[in-house]
Structures are given as C-alpha cells and as structure tokens.
C-alpha cells in the first residue's frame, strides 16, 4: 500500500496558491466579458488543472518512478494518434477530440512533464561519469528528446516542437555531457542552418522575418492599438474596438489578449 509521504505538505508553499487565484479570478472575469463560451471552456480547464495538480502533487513519484517509461510511450501513441485521428484546425492537426462531448486534449502539451520525468528516469538510472555523457549514452538520451520533437513538428507545430528540444537539450547540458559534442552539434547546427531555413513552412519564415524586422507585424500593430485605445482605465466592453470588429477574428489567445489590454 502507497502511504502519503508526509513532508510533501511540509515542503508546500502555502503562499503560492494566494498568488494564483488573483490571477485566475480576473482572467475569468475578463474572458467571460468577451466570450462567455470560452469563459465556461476556461472553468472546465481550470477544474481539470487543479485535479491533474492534485493528484500529481500528492503522488509518490519515487515509490512509482517504473510508470514514467509507461507514462513516456502513452504519450508518444497520443502523438501518433493525431496524426491519425487528429482534428485539423487552421491548417495544423495537433487536437484529439473525444466523441459526444466534444472535448479536445492536445498531446503536445502532455508530452512536456512526460519528456523531464523520462529524462529523470533514465539519468538517474544511468548518472553520467566525471567527463559527462560519452557518444553512445548522449545518442541514447537524444533519441527520446528527438522522438517527440519530430512527431510535434510533423503537425506542425514548430513552437512547442522548440520547447521540447531546447529544454531536453538543457538538461542533458547541466547534467553533463563531453564538451566535444556540444562542440560538434553547434558547428552542424551552423553550417546547416541555410538547409534548415529553406525547409521552413512559409508562416514560420514570416515568423523569423517579423521577429527580425524593424516594422511591427499585424499582431503587434493591433495591440498597440489596443492599449492606446484602452488607455489607462479601460473602455465598457462593448466599446472594445480590436476584437468586436474582428481586428482579430479567431477566438485565441490573441484574442483575449487584446481584449485584456483594451479594457
């Protein structure tokens, strides 16, 4: 039988919690204002947020560290899935729905906890030596950090694809591994970044010309009109220009946030 180890609520920070509900009170106040389906979404995502922390702060990690490769590869089939069954919106699969209740889960977002705890198992199953990992343990890691990154990129989704890959590469890089291969990888990641450039989907190009070019892109442009239209107070809601005239008509996070700004 798993006992509850008793220093987890010892070690809690019980101030943190004081902090976050602000935050969540006064994003819910301001999406209800602007879509009351989202709004209601958002409860249902809260909810399921503060279960999932739950059980996952209270779960003795240690004594169950064998289900993290269990937990690892689940994920890596929910992945496949989407490429299977997934939902397509705005050109990107990255969604399973499940039937009758039209609720959508993204795999990606699962694959971040379950790509550190993997890569936790596998380092402390195998601690590097003093010159950090050799080739043939850094090739072992890597095959975990790529699997995920290739399957999320195939969506596309370059940003969380990113994610992954820089933060499995930063572990392995605190943990240890032998100079001459980060050496080696950053020459590669050098001398191809022109072949890797020309691969690129069109909008993630846009994406790298907007971020580098001195003229705001449309988003920036209509957030900046956003906050000068909202000044410091704020307008009534239904004066909130940006999004009642579908500056920006998909219900997103940019959406929101526009809509934040300009109240």
């Known amino acids: 039988m798993i006992r509850l180890d008793r220093r987890i609520l010892t ?23 602007a879509n009351s389906i989202l709004a209601g979404k958002q409860l249902v995502y809260f909810g399921v947020g503060l279960a999932a922390f739950l059980f996952f702060f209270l779960l ?10 269990l937990f690892y590869w689940i994920c890596i089939v929910l992945l496949i899935s989407v490429d299977l069954f997934g939902v397509s ?17 993204q795999p990606s977002e699962i ?17 590097p030596e003093e010159n950090g990992y050799g080739l043939k343990d850094f090739l072992r890691l890597s095959f ?48 191809s970044a022109p072949v890797i450039y020309e691969n690129l989907h ?25 906050i000068g239209s909202g000044g410091l107070k704020g307008k009534p809601k239904d004066e909130a220009t940006q999004t009642h005239f579908k500056f920006l ?4 996070s940019d959406f929101i946030f526009a809509y934040t700004i300009e109240r």
């Open 60 to 69: 003795p990690i240690r004594k169950i560290s064998w289900l993290i490769p």
């Open 11 to 33: 070690h809690f920070d019980f101030v943190q919690p004081f902090l976050i509900l602000p935050i969540i009170i006064l994003s819910y106040i301001l999406v209800s204002e």
């Open 144 to 191: 975990y950090i790529l699997l995920p990154f290739v399957l999320i990129l195939k969506e596309p989704d370059l940003g969380t694809a990113l994610i992954l890959l820089i933060v499995g590469y930063a572990v392995l890089f605190i943990i240890g591994v032998n100079k001459k291969i980060w050496v080696a990888i950053f020459a590669g990641v050098l001398l």
């Open 202 to 226: 069109d909008y993630q190009k846009k994406r790298i010309t907007d971020f580098l070019s001195e003229e705001s892109n449309y988003h920036v442009r209509q957030s900046i009109i956003a």
């Open 111 to 127: 694959m971040k906890p379950a790509l550190l705890l993997m890569l936790g198992y596998l380092i402390k199953q195998r601690p």
């Open 249 to 252: 008509p998909i219900s997103t």
């Open 89 to 105: 919106k705005l050109g990107a699969k990255r969604w399973l729905e499940f039937p009758f209740i039209h609720f959508t889960l």
